[in-house]
């Protein structure tokens, strides 16, 4: 069993900027890949990014350029700059180990225009 609790999230102008984390516990030396995807009102969740364990980055193409994924040891976290009103949704960290997915709670961005 993995364990995710996200944190970083709030509010935040247009043009402006948040770091969000992810940690990571329990069996999580068997985690082959994590990421971020995120769910706005009426919509459905799409990947944000993903970053395997082996060093893959894949970013959804509205994000290239502006977000940055990263991990240090258990933490997973994802840069995010240049945001704008359409960047506001739940965002959820995700883990794949043991052939199976892992979901966190999810932590609140909303940017204002």
């Known amino acids: 069993q993995v364990q995710l609790v996200e944190s970083g999230g709030g509010l935040v102008q247009a043009g402006g900027s948040l770091r969000l984390s992810c940690a990571a516990s329990?069996?999580?030396?068997?985690?082959?890949?994590m990421g971020w995807y995120r769910q706005a009102p009426g919509k459905n969740r799409e990947l944000v990014a993903r970053?395997?364990?082996?060093?893959s980055v894949h970013y959804a193409d509205s994000v290239k350029g502006r977000f940055t994924i990263s991990r240090a040891q258990n933490t997973l976290y994802l840069q995010m700059n240049s945001l704008n009103p359409e960047d506001t949704a739940l965002y959820c960290c995700n883990a794949e180990a043991y052939a199976s997915w892992y979901w966190g709670r999810g932590t609140q961005v909303t940017v204002s225009s």
């Open positions: 329990g069996s999580t030396f068997n985690i082959e890949a």
């Open positions: 970053l395997s364990r082996g060093g």
